[in-house]
């Protein structure tokens, strides 16, 4: 199997991420797919480190490994940099508002869980219009596990449906008005 080390390519791609910018860009990330990862790396937005093929985030880095490790952008940034999301979960319903809080601190709960083996599943934003609660992941896993974890959580029903034009995922829970179970 051929590899291609691409140092440069990947050098100046960095260097034009702007880490301040905003994320009014919705263009998909620049293609990285195929593109050889150092290891060991560390994200240099959010700390997670590159080692043995696999992204974890919040783990204690080795000085040694820190200055062997080649600094770069890990998948959640860069998908959080130009706003692209994978997965997407509305909450709506009578219920939704009444227990806004509960349902919030339950999706982070959902998120922290998932972080804590896959970094780069993670929650890019989140925002409530009054109505409905909308939740964008940079995974579909995570925006279905969202939805399933409320639905255990709260009753209601969530059904799922796949964007024609990119294929993101939008989990739809929708609270019911039963007596609440958590
Ligand atoms: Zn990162």
């Not at 700390?47 to 600094?71: C, H, I, L, Q």
């Not at 227990?99 to 601190?105: K, V």
């Not at 972080?115 to 896993?141: C, H, M, N, Y």
């Amino acid at each position: 199997m051929k590899r291609q080390v691409t140092r440069t390519t990947t050098k100046s791609l960095i260097r034009s991420l702007d880490r301040r910018g905003t994320r009014s860009n919705m263009s998909p990330p620049v293609a990285q797919k195929g593109a050889p990862i150092e290891d060991p790396s560390v994200c240099d937005i959010c700390g997670s480190v590159y080692t043995a093929k696999t992204w974890r985030r919040n783990r204690p880095v080795p000085a040694k490994m820190m200055d062997a490790a080649a600094w770069t952008v890990c998948p959640a940034c860069k998908q959080a940099k130009s706003g692209k999301y994978f997965g997407r979960v509305l909450v709506r319903g009578a219920n939704a508002m009444a227990n806004l809080d509960a349902i919030r601190a339950r999706i982070a709960n959902v998120e922290r869980r998932a972080e804590f083996t896959q970094p780069e599943r993670r929650i890019i934003a989140s925002q409530w219009d009054g109505t409905t609660l909308e939740v964008l992941t940079t995974s579909q896993k995570l925006a279905h596990r969202i939805a399933r974890e409320l639905q255990k959580a709260f009753g209601g029903r969530a059904r799922y449906t796949w964007s024609d034009q990119d294929g993101a995922l939008t989990a739809i829970w929708q609270s019911d008005t039963r007596t609440e179970r958590a």
